[in-house]
């Protein structure tokens, strides 16, 4: 009888398939024109996105820093290379490089994501495909948060959360010449935002040599220069103004623009 894994939760399949779906579309366009033979699974749990990596026609290594996942993964899909490694501390040069790298659902579990960012690019042969939980707003910030000792959470119970801004300057300074948003978001609230929630996830494309595609929306380097030591109160008058709009426009028209910013947003 196979282990009861929180991997294997309803709630964690719903997601699973979300970016398994992801996943297919990118292979389906990408595989042939970018020459994409090999890949790595970094965080791979207990396999659920690597044996889809197998299945899309790759040659699959796949790593986790949890002897239990590296253990059950194993057992699950024994065609796949399988092994034990943290992505704060490996050695890449051990690994060597693959034309895909996959990481999902890891970076934000970390003390050092920077770091491990620095290590999926030396493991980057053509192309990096990043998801994580990323905290609102622009600016390159990330927040310290404690995670609760739980088999899918961090391996120290803290983390660090990066901002949309922080993960594409972190993908940036780890060496990639280009950073892409996709217009093509898996289907789930998590990376479509429902109303009332913005959405919390999301995915990051980066290749070693830019591509140009429908799919993607090159993302700029945030500069980081913003003054967070500042008292200005700027911010609270535009906040009084745009209040003040709200109030003057028909009930309506206000409800359209709140679906449209907050709800879910579709392909």
């Known amino acids: 009888m196979t282990t009861p894994f929180v991997f294997d939760r309803e709630e964690s399949q719903r997601l699973v398939e979300a970016r398994g779906g992801f996943l297919r579309r990118f292979v389906a366009d990408f595989k042939d024109r970018l020459e994409l033979r090999t890949a790595l699974d970094a965080g791979c749990g207990v396999g659920h996105l690597s044996i889809l990596l197998q299945q899309l026609g790759l ?13 059950e993964a194993r057992r699950r ?18 690994f060597g490089t ?5 990481c999902f ?23 990096l495909l990043i998801e994580s939980v990323c905290v609102p707003g622009k600016a390159p910030l990330l927040h310290l948060r404690d995670e609760a000792a739980l088999p899918d959470q961090a391996l120290n ?33 998590d990376f479509q935002g429902r109303l009332g929630r913005r959405p919390w996830r999301t995915i990051v494309v980066a290749p070693v040599s ?6 993607l929306v090159l993302a ?47 392909k």
């Not at 659902?105 to 620095?118: D, F």
Request: hydrophobic letters at 35%.
């Open 105 to 127: 659902g890891l970076l934000y579990h970390l003390e050092n994501p920077l770091r491990a960012v620095r290590r999926l690019r030396a493991m980057t042969g053509k192309v």
């Open 157 to 189: 119970a803290v983390a660090c959360y990066p901002s949309e801004g922080a993960l594409v300057k972190m993908v940036y300074r780890a060496g990639f010449p280009a950073v892409y948003r996709t217009t093509r978001r898996p289907e789930h609230e």
């Open 220 to 266: 700029d380097e945030p500069s980081g220069r913003a003054d967070l030591w500042s008292t200005d109160p700027t911010s609270l008058l535009k906040m009084g103004r745009r209040l003040q709009a709200f109030m003057k426009r028909p009930w309506a028209e206000n409800w359209t623009r709140l679906r449209r910013r907050y709800g879910p947003t579709g």
């Open 59 to 71: 040659r699959v290594t796949a790593f986790d820093a949890r002897p239990e996942n590296v253990e």
């Open 210 to 215: 830019p591509i140009q595609d429908s799919s």
């Open 77 to 94: 899909h024994p065609g796949i290379d399988f092994r034990l490694a943290d992505l704060e501390e490996l050695r890449p040069q051990e």
């Open 98 to 102: 693959f034309d895909l790298v996959l």
